[in-house]
């Protein structure tokens, strides 16, 4: 799916048990939690958080984020 984050929203920390999750950063910069660390990434930055990791965006950094998610269906 296509996803657009304003500077300062976030997405609740959440798992999938049994799938992987991948984001695609298309604009913008944002902080993933992925477990218990903080990623920054960018235009081209792949983010993928295994299969029962905890993981979520904490914030979009700057103007607004897209990004391309492949998830499963809830």
């Not at 997405?11 to 298309?26: G, I, M, R, S, T």
């Amino acid at each position: 799916g296509l996803n657009c984050f304003e500077p300062g929203q976030a997405q609740e920390v959440h798992a999938h048990a049994a799938a992987d999750k991948f984001y695609l950063v298309v604009t913008g910069k944002a902080r993933f939690i992925l477990a218990e660390s903080v990623r920054e990434a960018g235009p081209g930055d792949l983010i993928v958080a295994p299969a029962g990791v905890p993981h979520g965006v904490e914030r979009a950094l700057e103007r607004t984020v897209v990004l391309v998610t492949i998830a499963p269906a809830p």
